[in-house]
């Protein structure tokens, strides 16, 4: 991802937080959550020390997905993992994961937050070897919202 690819990046953030998780905390908090998502920020979120994001081109050049993860206190976070829906279930997501995957070769491990009733995303991390860790009545700074942490070992350098 560079910052040109910032703006749309935010489109596709706004789309995926509402039809994902209006119907978990209300369309007005998955609004507002989504609206801290700015083309800036996301920009100014490249800049970040230890932290890699990517995106995924559609035929039509078009991004279709978009991955950031982070390195914050020692622990390496998947912060933000989404997919159009027309390009779910096509491994463009598995894509995604794995350009994450081999930018962090050497750190342990992956964590990452998932809030319940998010089947489809708490599928997927199953199978790419994620487990349960730890239950959580906030989803990072959201209060009340029952998450998950899950995590995986990294293969080894
Ligand atoms: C999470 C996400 C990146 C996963 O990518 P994807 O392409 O949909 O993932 P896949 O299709 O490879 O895997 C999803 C799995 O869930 C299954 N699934 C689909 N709908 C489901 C549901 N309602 N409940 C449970 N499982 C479901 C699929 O069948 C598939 O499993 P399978 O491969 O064993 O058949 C994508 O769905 C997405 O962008 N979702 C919206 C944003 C989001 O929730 N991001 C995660 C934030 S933590």
């Not at 596709?12 to 998780?21: E, I, V």
């Not at 996301?42 to 990517?54: G, I, K, N, S, Y």
């Not at 794995?98 to 319940?116: H, N």
Request: hydrophobic fraction near 45%; glycine fraction near 8%.
């Amino acid at each position: 991802m560079t910052g040109e690819d910032a703006a749309e990046v935010a489109a596709l953030l706004a789309g995926s937080w509402r039809r994902t998780y209006a119907p978990l905390m209300g369309a007005e908090r998955a609004d507002a959550e989504a609206a801290g998502f700015t083309a800036e920020r996301l920009a100014a979120d490249l800049e970040r020390p230890h932290a890699e994001a990517f995106v995924a081109l559609a035929d039509d050049d078009g991004i279709s997905g978009y991955a950031y993860a982070v390195v914050e206190k020692g622990v390496l976070w998947l912060d933000r993992l989404h997919v159009l829906p027309a390009q779910q279930g096509t491994g463009v997501a598995q894509a995604l994961l794995q350009a994450v995957m081999t930018s962090f070769v050497g750190e342990p491990s992956m964590s990452l937050e998932v809030i319940e009733g998010n089947d489809r995303a708490i599928r997927f991390y199953e199978k790419n070897g994620f487990v349960a860790a730890e239950r959580k009545s906030a989803c990072g700074s959201i209060q009340g919202v029952p998450t998950l942490v899950m995590r995986r070992p990294l293969p080894r350098a």
